[in-house]
């Protein structure tokens, strides 16, 4: 089993990457292909899953990815295919607090994930999550995840900057994106 790999970036696709080794390229699944740069090294750190018919590698940036995706798809219903859309719409901090709040809207909203799929990731995965994190990385990650809905409902990044500083990261997520709304509606 492969732990990682530090190679060049030779290729983009839709939901994968060429990461070219010592003269052989691995095509490498990944969550977001476009945060990597065709040309650049990186260290992706690989899981490794091998079918009767296929023998695919998924790839990410941190460790943490890495973690969060191994405890996805062990739950039951959720394999690897539907696990990495879950890290490309959020960042692993915001996975873990709405698992652990039981946010089932939040978990809802990862493409094909329903109401009943949402309760059995609850189910095996809270209280199992424990990521140590300092309060200045929490409120970060917090800022994250308001960052990411605020781009999901279409705002551009110098609208959101000029809002985030001013919404207080130890609210719930639905509460900061209220008062980010109320600012940017101003």
């Not at 809802?108 to 095996?124: E, H, N, S, T, V």
């Not at 008062?179 to 940017?184: D, F, I, N, Q, V």
Request: with cysteine; proline share 2%.
């Amino acid at each position: 089993m492969y732990n990682y790999i530090i190679g060049k970036v030779t290729e983009i696709d839709f939901n994968s990457i060429t990461l070219e080794n010592n003269g052989i390229g691995y095509l490498v699944y990944v969550a977001n292909p476009y945060s990597f740069v065709e040309g650049n090294d990186y260290k992706v750190f690989l899981y490794q899953q091998i079918k009767e018919e296929d023998n695919s590698l998924f790839g990410f940036q941190t460790k943490e990815e890495k973690d969060i995706f191994l405890k996805l798809i062990s739950v039951k219903g959720l394999g690897c295919k539907m696990a990495l859309p879950i890290l490309a719409a959020s960042t692993p901090s915001g996975i873990i607090d709405a698992i652990e709040r039981e946010n089932i809207l939040y978990i809802k909203k990862f493409p094909k994930i329903g109401d009943k799929l949402a309760r059995q990731i609850i189910l095996d995965l809270k209280g199992k999550l424990n990521m140590e994190m300092s309060d200045t990385n929490t409120s970060k990650n917090n800022n994250d995840e308001l960052i990411e809905v605020l781009k999901g409902l279409g705002y551009k990044d110098k609208e959101i900057k000029s809002v985030v500083g001013q919404v207080d990261s130890k609210l719930e997520i639905e509460v900061q994106v209220k008062e980010a709304l109320k600012l940017l509606l101003k």
